[in-house]
């Protein structure tokens, strides 16, 4: 100890998902290990003739996506899957990227013919770009005829954000330290400046669990300094 220190310990653990009857679940941030606090969104993605029912085990309802706050080890979510009845269909919608959509009216299953209208509204600091699966355009609102079961995925950009938030964050004497926000397991290129002109690179981070944190020690020495991250394969 020769200095003043604050430490944060996280501690992950994994969510596992059952089916009952013909569908899957998709899990967005994808499978892997979740830090406790994550909220992960499932959602039922039933198989021709049928639809979501009910979430069960850890989870409950039957809303579709079930976004879960991960806040216990090793839980386990159950999806079940009905068949339709003779005139219905089933409306999968599912974000690809940062944002979500609001599907007007929220249902798992609608009448033959019913209109259906989906908004896609990306996160703060994204753009939605369109729609693909059983739908196309950029139009939000989109309006969907329910003339037979359908997968439609809204499309967004996936850009990285950097904040000074928190405890652990900001300006010490040690350095200056930033929180990288991305996709689960991305790699990103971190670039740093004192003239928004001239970049140099700084570090390349593997993004672990959604957000990771890192300190620039040299910060100190510069009057000025800028940061960029940058998604790399």
Known sequence: MNRNRFLEARFSTTLSTTV??????TLIPPGGFYPFGTVVQLHGVP???SYFALWGNAGSGSSNPLNFNVTNANRTISALFASLG????ALTVIPNGFGKVVV??????YPASQSITL???????????????????????????????????ANFTRRPSLSVLGGLN??????????LTGEFGGHYQIDGSTNLV???????????????QFKDEAATNTPLRFYKAVAVP
């Not at 009952?20 to 679940?25: E, I, L, Q, R």
């Not at 003779?86 to 269909?89: D, T, Y």
């Not at 001239?198 to 990771?212: C, H, I, K, P, R």
């Open 119 to 153: 908004s896609a509204v990306p996160d703060a600091g994204q753009q939605f770009i369109d729609w693909s699966g059983d739908a196309s355009g950029s139009n939000s609102p989109l309006i969907v005829l329910m003339n037979q079961s359908k997968s439609i995925i």
């Open 198 to 212: 001239e970049w140099m690179e700084l570090w390349v981070l593997t993004n672990t669990f959604g957000t990771t």
């Open 20 to 25: 009952a009857g013909n569908g899957a679940v």
């Open 170 to 179: 900001g300006l010490n004497e040690s350095g200056f330290r930033l929180t």
């Open 104 to 109: 007007n009216p929220q249902n798992n299953r």
């Open 47 to 49: 198989q021709g003739g």
């Open 86 to 89: 003779a005139g219905e269909f």
